[in-house]
């Protein structure tokens, strides 16, 4: 069974740092596009990172970049998002996606494979 699992959510102050994990059973991510997305109370789930499958290319949408770090360790078959000076606008759930093949997509529906998502709350 494919499956995504993240970790590394939780509650932080303004300012500060998590590292997101995501890491895959039954299948290999070496051949997949990976990508990070959050969805906030009442608000449409949005792309926040992507990295690619053949050459590790990356993109970020514009509210995190130089802030946000994504990279990928295929001998772990683990996807991380490195997040610095987190801010309150970050808080919402944070989903790993997965879709075959070398290209980064930002809409979610171009991806087949996600995880059950992990909280993050930025708050004083």
């Known amino acids: 069974q494919l499956q995504l699992v993240e970790s590394g959510g939780g509650l932080v102050q303004p300012g500060g740092s998590l590292r997101l994990s995501c890491t895959a059973s039954g299948f290999t991510l070496d051949y997949y596009a990976i990508g990070w997305f959050r969805q906030a109370p009442g608000k449409e789930r949005e792309g926040v990172s992507c990295?690619?499958?053949?050459?590790?290319?990356?993109y970020y949408a514009d509210s995190v970049k130089g802030r946000f770090t994504i990279s990928r360790d295929n001998a772990k078959n683990t996807v991380y998002l490195q997040m610095n000076s987190l801010k309150p606008e970050d808080t919402a759930v944070y989903y790993c996606?997965?879709?075959?093949?070398?290209?980064?997509?930002?809409?979610?529906?171009?991806?087949?494979?996600w995880g059950q998502g992990t909280q993050v709350t930025v708050s004083s």
């Open positions: 996606a997965a879709e075959e093949g070398p290209l980064c997509r930002w809409g979610p529906d171009e991806y087949h494979y």
């Open positions: 990295i690619s499958s053949t050459d590790g290319s990356t």
